[in-house]
Nanobody
C-alpha cells in the first residue's frame, strides 16, 4: 500500500506561482514512480508530470513544459510540483499519483491516488 497526501494548493493570480507537495508513505515506495494529474471542472483527469524515484526519469505534458517542474526529495519521500507562469486554464484539482513507472503514468495507469488539492488561477 502507498499513501499520498497533497498540500500547497490555493488561489493565485495569472502569472503567479504555487508549489504543490505530495508526501508519500508505504513499505514499497521505491518500486513506484510518482506523478501529478489535474482535473478541470467538467473535464477528465489528465496527466501533467511524472518522475521516477531511482533514476530520475521525468516526463511532462506539452502544455506545462517550461512552466512546471517536478522534483523529489528521497529523504523526505516527498514529490513537488513547482508551477510558474500560471494561467486560468491551469485551474483544477491536482492529484498526486503513484504508478509502476513513468511510462505507465503518462498513459494514466495509476495504482494509487491522493485526495487532491485545489488550484485556482484568477484572471
Amino acid at each position: 500500500q502507498v499513501q499520498l497526501v497533497e498540500s500547497g494548493g490555493g488561489l493565485v493570480q495569472t502569472g503567479g506561482s504555487l508549489r504543490l507537495s505530495c508526501a508519500a508513505s508505504g513499505r514499497t515506495l521505491s518500486n513506484y514512480a510518482m506523478g501529478w494529474f489535474r482535473q478541470a471542472p467538467g473535464k477528465e483527469r489528465e496527466f501533467v508530470a511524472a518522475i521516477s524515484w531511482k533514476v530520475g526519469v521525468i516526463s511532462y505534458v506539452d502544455f506545462v513544459k517550461g512552466r512546471f517542474t517536478i522534483s523529489r526529495d528521497n529523504a523526505k519521500t516527498t514529490v513537488y510540483l513547482q508551477m510558474n507562469s500560471l494561467k486560468p486554464e491551469d485551474t483544477g484539482v491536482y492529484y498526486c499519483a503513484a504508478g509502476r513507472n513513468v511510462g505507465e503514468l503518462t498513459r494514466s495507469r495509476v495504482e494509487y491516488w491522493g485526495q487532491g488539492t485545489q488550484v485556482t488561477v484568477s484572471s
